[in-house]
């Protein structure tokens, strides 16, 4: 069979009815922009992009020279195709609107340049993420809270992971499909189309750092799966855990299992420790659409209706089977469920 790369792909959602021309464009940018990301992060030491930027990010943490770098590649990528009313990024406070004398279009992006940047400099996959909403009719130049839809109306979402392939997974809400960058000839080829995650699984990535500042209903479940074959569960659990969100969701994505960070008390005036518009939206948007599921531990995320750009929340999501489990202890721990 003739592999179908990823402009054909977007031909065939075109035809079905899926996307439309501006969407399938702006697709195509964002994944020119992601090889070029790519790119620039293989060169590891040799390109002079490994540690500190010297500045700190709209949430006050310290960026790395390849955060800036994809930045402005996704950035600069975006500006003039005509496909953008605006963008948001996760290192900007405001939204980037699109400079006077390109054409604008109707649709919304935000993104992650680089998630998982903690682990650029000892050769962990990193990536990045994205999300796609249509700008609400009548506004020609969007702010902050035009951007603040629930993660329902996303049209489209995916995240390319750099590790030892560049991998594209991407959703329009008709499925999860993943796509595979031939360096030889430069293209993102179909891989697996329409993916399904476990409903059940014996793995769960988690960062038990943190277990002593969880609560209680936290506690409870992840003490069942410790507890293996002679607990209440029956069966012994495997942990895994990358601290690259792109990768421990593609393990996900790939073979199953959960990926939890819930709310604690280190974090708990924040709400949350991911952000809500850019990775948790997109994520859940991903997971969903391959059959699994994505909570805040208490709600369905793409639910939520965003209070701010920079929201945080806490994130449940991966096999179904396990995260309704994982809700469903803390809903009877608030008392929301009998």
């Known amino acids: 069979m003739k592999p179908v790369s990823l402009i054909q792909f977007l031909i065939e959602e075109r035809r079905a009815g899926h996307i439309n021309a501006e969407l399938s464009l702006?697709?195509?940018?964002?994944?020119?922009?992601?090889?070029?990301?790519?790119?620039?992060?293989?060169?590891?030491?040799?390109?002079?992009?490994?540690?500190?930027?010297?500045?700190?990010?709209?949430?006050?943490?310290?960026?790395?020279?390849?955060?800036?770098?994809?930045?402005?590649?996704l950035l600069e990528a975006n500006a003039w195709g005509g496909h953008l009313a605006a963008c948001a990024s996760e290192e900007m406070e405001d939204p980037q609107q699109i400079p006077d004398g390109?054409?604008?279009?109707?649709?919304?992006?935000?993104?992650?340049?680089?998630?998982?940047?903690?682990?650029?400099?000892?050769?962990?996959?990193v990536g990045t993420i994205f999300s796609v909403l249509r700008c609400p009719d009548g506004v020609t130049e969007p702010k902050a809270e035009h951007f603040l839809q629930p993660g329902t109306t996303q049209l489209a979402a995916g995240y390319v992971v750099y590790g030892p392939a560049t991998v594209?997974?991407?959703?329009?809400?008709?499925?999860?499909?993943?796509?595979?960058?031939?360096?030889?000839?430069?293209s993102f080829i179909l891989s697996r189309r329409g993916i399904r995650i476990p409903e059940q699984t014996a793995e769960f990535a988690i960062n038990m750092s943190n277990q002593r500042h969880w609560q209680a209903p936290m506690q409870r479940y992840v003490g069942e799966l410790l507890a293996g074959r002679t607990g209440p569960r029956g069966k012994d659990f495997n942990m895994r855990w990358v601290a690259s969100m792109v990768a421990d969701v593609h393990r996900?994505?790939?073979?199953?299992?959960?990926?939890?960070?819930?709310?604690?008390?280190?974090?708990?005036?924040?709400?949350?420790?991911?952000?809500?518009?850019?990775?948790?939206?997109p994520m859940a948007f991903i997971i969903e659409q391959a059959g699994g599921a994505a909570t805040?531990?208490?709600?369905?995320?793409?639910?939520?209706?965003?209070?701010?750009?920079?929201?945080?929340?806490?994130?449940?999501?991966?096999?179904?089977?396990?995260?309704?489990?994982?809700t469903h202890y803390h809903r009877e721990a608030d008392g929301a469920v009998s």
């Not at 594209?168 to 430069?186: I, Q, S």
């Open 26 to 73: 702006l697709i195509e940018v964002v994944a020119r922009a992601c090889k070029r990301i790519g790119v620039a992060t293989g060169k590891g030491a040799l390109g002079g992009v490994l540690g500190m930027a010297g500045t700190d990010n709209v949430q006050g943490e310290a960026q790395k020279k390849l955060d800036v770098i994809s930045n402005e590649i």
């Open 102 to 125: 390109y054409p604008k279009g109707q649709h919304l992006l935000l993104f992650d340049p680089l998630d998982g940047s903690s682990n650029i400099d000892v050769n962990v996959s």
């Open 168 to 186: 594209l997974v991407l959703t329009f809400g008709h499925g999860t499909h993943e796509f595979t960058l031939d360096r030889e000839v430069g």
């Open 252 to 281: 996900i994505v790939t073979r199953g299992g959960v990926f939890y960070y819930p709310l604690d008390a280190k974090i708990l005036d924040k709400g949350g420790k991911l952000r809500l518009m850019y990775e948790a939206n």
């Open 296 to 326: 805040t531990g208490r709600e369905r995320i793409m639910e939520l209706q965003p209070t701010g750009l920079h929201q945080r929340v806490p994130v449940f999501l991966g096999s179904k089977q396990e995260v309704e489990l994982a």
